[in-house]
């Protein structure tokens, strides 16, 4: 992360802004689907939606990167689609999930909802307001509720400073006075699990998870309401992955806080996450309350991630049936028209080709964009509606029962 970054995340006014078909257990048919059993390090977390109240809502949010071509005048020749038509909204207290495969757009979401990245359309607001082009004043006191811990926790802290005055930053800017700076520093590495002699210590001086730790203790610095979390354990070991999902489950609860959870590991997203968004080339394929999208994936690609998860069983793993899928992954730049993953999915038809599926709200505010959708009755799909969430691209055709 560069120093530019670690400024606008801090509040920095001068900073820029930029195929198996065998239903799972609880679905029609009673099977369980591939790669659930055995998956998960620990049980799923019980639903925790806070009060419900909004915090942030995001509105058919686009972003484009544009293609340049020429020798002496750069000409934009086409966009990279890395993120489409995306809605979706986190409640107080809550954690959304968000996984997909790599290049999916994962990161740049997350990184567009902290404005690191300018959006090239649709709408981004926080506690009802919008924020999706705000000036650097006016981003000045959001930037302090919204922070983010990013992958890397070696490259997101600077290696020429003390933890004591990487905590410092933060904490003067939030306007702590400067006799109480030390103090609270040493609180902050307390709270997640560190010794306050710590902080005459430099980064390279600390482990992987520790130095993660410390970029968590960098985001509560500025007493925040919403955590964007980059993939925050996949540099790390297991048992070190456990201790900083145990650590966020603890300050979630002590502390009133909501996250947005990137990863691609199925079986941490189910621990930690309430609801869970599945992205593939820049959509939202389900959006799904996390126990659900376990037990009951609607769509194809959903299955698919599940299905791959390894079961710790080698007998197990190998005679489970898997939903398979074929082919190349479309290129960004040149998406398909109708539904993005109809070139790999086994269920698609014409119509999936041709139409891009609108999000389909089932019973239990579970959403699936699929035009031929698995798991699911007639009675179901009758009861469904289309969601407000649906991208302004797709069709307004229903979606349809497969045997």
Do not use: W
């Not at 890397?152 to 990487?166: C, F, G, W, Y």
């Not at 939030?174 to 307390?190: K, P």
């Not at 970029?215 to 297991?238: F, Y």
């Not at 996390?290 to 599940?306: D, R, V």
């Amino acid at each position: 992360m560069s120093p530019d970054e670690q400024n606008d995340l801090s509040g920095d006014a001068s900073a820029p802004l930029g195929g198996s078909d065998q239903p799972p257990a609880g679905a029609t048919g009673g099977a369980e689907p591939s790669g659930a059993t055995g998956s998960s390090p620990s049980p799923a977390r019980p639903a925790r939606n806070g009060d419900a109240t909004p915090l942030m809502e995001v509105e058919h949010l686009r972003v484009l990167f544009p293609v340049k071509s020429g020798l002496i005048i750069d000409r934009t020749v086409a966009h990279v689609h890395a993120v489409d038509d995306v809605s979706f909204r986190i409640n107080e207290g809550e954690t959304l999930g968000v996984v997909g495969e790599s290049g999916c757009g994962k990161t740049t979401l997350i990184r567009t909802l902290v404005r690191l990245i300018n959006s090239t359309g649709g709408q981004i607001k926080f506690r009802d307001r919008d924020i999706t082009k705000a000036s650097r004043r006016a981003m000045q006191p959001i930037r302090s509720q919204v922070q983010m811990v990013f992958q890397d926790p070696q490259a997101s802290l600077n290696p020429r400073k003390r933890i004591s005055q990487i905590l410092a930053t933060p904490l003067k800017l939030r306007g702590v006075a400067g006799n109480q700076i030390e103090t609270q520093s040493r609180q902050l590495l307390e709270r997640v699990g560190m010794r306050p002699e710590h902080l005459s210590r430099y980064p390279h001086e600390f482990s992987g998870g520790q130095r993660q730790r410390i970029g968590i203790a960098r985001a509560l610095a500025m007493d925040p309401k919403l955590i964007l979390l980059d993939e925050p354990v996949s540099a790390l070991d297991v048992s070190v992955q456990a201790q900083v999902i145990n650590l966020l489950d603890e300050l979630q609860d002590d502390l009133g806080l909501s996250y947005v959870f990137v990863a691609h590991d199925l079986s941490v997203v189910r621990h930690v996450s309430d609801r869970i968004a599945v992205m593939y080339l820049g959509k939202v394929m389900e959006l799904s309350p996390s126990e659900e999208l376990y037990t009951k994936p609607i769509h194809p690609y959903s299955s698919a991630l599940l299905a791959a998860i390894p079961i710790p069983d080698p007998k197990e793993n190998r005679e489970r049936a898997r939903t398979k899928v074929s082919g190349e992954v479309p290129s960004p730049i040149d998406p398909p028209v109708g539904c993005r993953f109809a070139g790999r999915c086994p269920r698609a038809t014409d119509v999936c080709r041709e139409v891009e599926p609108q999000l389909t709200e089932y019973a239990g505010g579970h959403l699936a964009a699929c035009h031929h959708p698995q798991y699911v009755t007639r009675e179901e799909i009758a009861a469904a509606t289309r969601s407000p969430l649906s991208p302004l691209s797709s069709g307004d055709l229903m979606p349809t029962y497969s045997d």
